[in-house]
């Protein structure tokens, strides 16, 4: 085995995805598998989803040791640490990759990671297996970051990313039991959903959101490789949804109403959900998602008050959420809507605004986060003099950082509270009136 690949997300592990039970597949491991396998690597998967750490360790301990690749974000950090520190002793050379470990590539080889690869994975992994783990060429290598054997912390320029997406095989799902993912869904859902993704990055610049995998790019595969894929996929699994995973579907109107010709074209049909921004959806367009199917829209709002949307640097106005969820309801898809509360300069009419603007927006779904800043993006450094680490790195994630001055945790949950009773299709005035006296009432909490 040249490499096994495994991603520290265990579904067991995670409360709030037990209580939803929509999990996919790890498409980024699988990219990464399908691209080494076609050149000739032998690479393993261990699909944590489903799996344990008690499982993985044993796996670990019982060897042979070889090299290990560790996707982790934010939300695994802590079993990714757990992880490397097992593969660790157990004689493993640990690549640590993925969203967060390039935004802290100390900490990382400080747990035990040998090295870090940071941007998109498939041209710097393969590189990094050729080389034999050996570091005295590491330097010649794209996309890397290690200790020199004195110590000192290297950084390689950046790897060049992938020109032709549609060459590169598609995510090896055959490598893992898709069908947990499907009856999972089924169980819980009565249907089976699969994941893909038509490109990837995203050139907006909101300054909250991390671009540190792809960068502040956008590349698209052809609308016939797309749905070469879908056409696999249905026939494959027989999944009754899609979720097309995109950052922004609906980014490229000219490559969506060829993809619609293509599907039209082969007799394929399919519901299918998508997110994409305000400023990308038009009559047209949401006319060409319906005739997709498209049975669901994620629109990002962030906030109804277009002083915190320009801080954000969204790039849009509250007018054109309204009129891009409108476009989607006159065309009877379903719309869902991301608000985030707490965002460096919001204040109580900033919240109010928000809650008006989704009251006027009528979303079939809404959820809401506190904003939290993550390492790497501009709205962390804005913040950086201000934050609060409530516990060591290793024992935390991002979203456990508090920004003093900040309103508190109760706060937000009274916005909370306020946003779901104006929303209920029968407001009760008198929570109505709670909800807005606790608003006022925790105004003046801040965080420490």
């Not at 082969?266 to 047209?284: K, V, W």
Request: proline share 5%; net charge neutral; with cysteine.
């Amino acid at each position: 085995m040249n490499l096994l690949l495994t991603h520290a997300y265990f579904l067991a592990e995670d409360p709030k995805e037990q209580q939803i039970m929509k999990p996919y597949a790890p498409l980024g491991l699988l990219y990464l598998s399908s691209h080494l396998r076609s050149r000739g690597f032998d690479i393993e998967i261990y699909d944590s989803t489903f799996g344990s750490k008690a499982e993985l360790f044993a796996i670990l301990r019982d060897g042979p040791p070889g090299t290990l690749g560790i996707y982790a974000n934010l939300l695994t950090r802590l079993n990714a640490i757990e992880i490397i520190a097992c593969a660790r002793e157990a004689g493993w050379n640990i690549i640590a990759g993925g969203p967060e470990p390039a935004n802290y590539p100390e900490q990382y080889l400080d747990a035990g990671a040998h090295v870090v690869v940071a941007g998109e994975g498939e041209l710097t992994l393969e590189k990094l297996l050729r080389s034999s783990f050996d570091r005295k060429v590491w330097a010649e290598i794209g996309g890397l970051i290690f200790r020199s054997e004195g110590g000192t912390l290297v950084r390689t320029p950046s790897a060049p990313l992938i020109k032709d997406l549609d060459a590169q095989p598609w995510p090896d799902r055959e490598r893992i039991d898709m069908h947990k993912y499907l009856q999972t869904w089924r169980r819980f859902h009565g249907k089976g959903s699969v994941s893909l993704v038509t490109a990837r990055g995203c050139p907006y610049r909101c300054n909250w959101c991390s671009h540190s995998v792809y960068g502040m790019t956008h590349r698209r595969r052809s609308p016939a490789s797309v749905v070469n894929e879908i056409e696999w996929v249905i026939h494959r699994y027989n999944p009754e949804l899609l979720w097309l995973a995109d950052d922004v579907f609906t980014i490229h109107h000219g490559w969506l109403f060829e993809f619609a010709a293509e599907m039209k074209r082969r007799m394929l049909s399919i519901p299918f959900e998508c997110i994409t921004r305000a400023d990308r959806l038009n009559e047209r367009v949401a006319q060409t998602l319906a005739e997709l199917r498209c049975y669901r829209v994620w629109i990002g709002s962030e906030s109804g008050s277009q002083r915190i949307l320009d801080a954000m640097q969204r790039g849009v106005t509250t007018q054109q959420v309204r009129s891009a969820m409108q476009f989607c309801k006159s065309n009877a898809i379903q719309t869902g809507m991301f608000l985030m509360w707490g965002y460096d300069g919001e204040e109580i009419e900033d919240i109010e605004q928000t809650v008006a603007h989704a009251k006027a927006c009528q979303p079939d779904i809404c959820f809401t986060t506190v904003s939290y800043p993550i390492k790497g993006t501009p709205y962390y450094e804005q913040v950086a003099s201000r934050l609060v680490k409530l516990e060591d790195w290793n024992r935390s994630t991002d979203r456990d950082l508090r920004i003093k001055g900040r309103h508190s945790r109760a706060f937000y949950q009274h916005a909370d509270d306020l946003l779901k009773n104006e929303l209920s299709e029968a407001p009760d005035p008198q929570r109505t009136l709670a909800a807005r006296t606790g608003l006022h009432m925790t105004y003046h909490e801040v965080e420490a």
